[in-house]
Nanobody
Framework: QLQLVESGGALVQPGGSLRLSCAASGFTLDSYVIGWFRQAPGKEREGVSCISSSGGNTNYAFSVKGRFTVSRDNAKKVVYLQMNSLNPEDTAAYYC?????????????????????WGQGTQVTVSS
C-alpha cells in the first residue's frame, strides 16, 4: 500500500518560511492526487491544498492562498508545501494524504473522508 511520510516541520518566527515534504513509498506517486491538511489542538483537521497527479492543477484554502505553494516531483516521489509569511494561526500538525479519486483535478479542497492513506504528520509552530 502507499505510504506517506511528512517532514520539514519546525519552530519558526512569524513572517518566516518553511518547506514541508511528503515522501511516498510503496507505489509510484504519479498516480495519486495529494492533499495537505493541518490540525491545530482542539480543532478539526482542515484541508490546506491539493495537487493533481501530474501537478498541473492545484488548489488552496482561502486562509493560505498567496502564501503557500504546493508542488511535486514524481520522479523523486515527493510532494512539497512551501509556506511563506507564516503567522501563529498556521501553527498545527501538517499531514499529507492521497485522494481516493486518482482522476480528480483539484477543482476544490476535498474533505478528509475523501482521502485514503495518511502520513503521521509533522509539527509546525509559528512563534516569537
Amino acid at each position: 500500500q502507499l505510504q506517506l511520510v511528512e517532514s520539514g516541520g519546525a519552530l519558526v518566527q512569524p513572517g518566516g518560511s518553511l518547506r514541508l515534504s511528503c515522501a511516498a513509498s510503496g507505489f509510484t506517486l504519479d498516480s495519486y492526487v495529494i492533499g495537505w491538511f493541518r490540525q491545530a489542538p482542539g480543532k478539526e483537521r482542515e484541508g490546506v491544498s491539493c495537487i493533481s497527479s501530474s501537478g498541473g492543477n492545484t488548489n488552496y484554502a482561502f486562509s493560505v492562498k498567496g502564501r503557500f505553494t504546493v508542488s511535486r516531483d514524481n520522479a523523486k516521489k515527493v510532494v512539497y508545501l512551501q509556506m511563506n509569511s507564516l503567522n501563529p494561526e498556521d501553527t498545527a500538525a501538517y499531514y499529507c494524504a492521497d485522494l481516493l479519486d486518482s482522476f480528480a483535478t483539484c477543482s476544490r479542497i476535498y474533505e478528509v473522508y475523501e482521502y485514503e492513506y495518511w502520513g503521521q504528520g509533522t509539527q509546525v509552530t509559528v512563534s516569537s
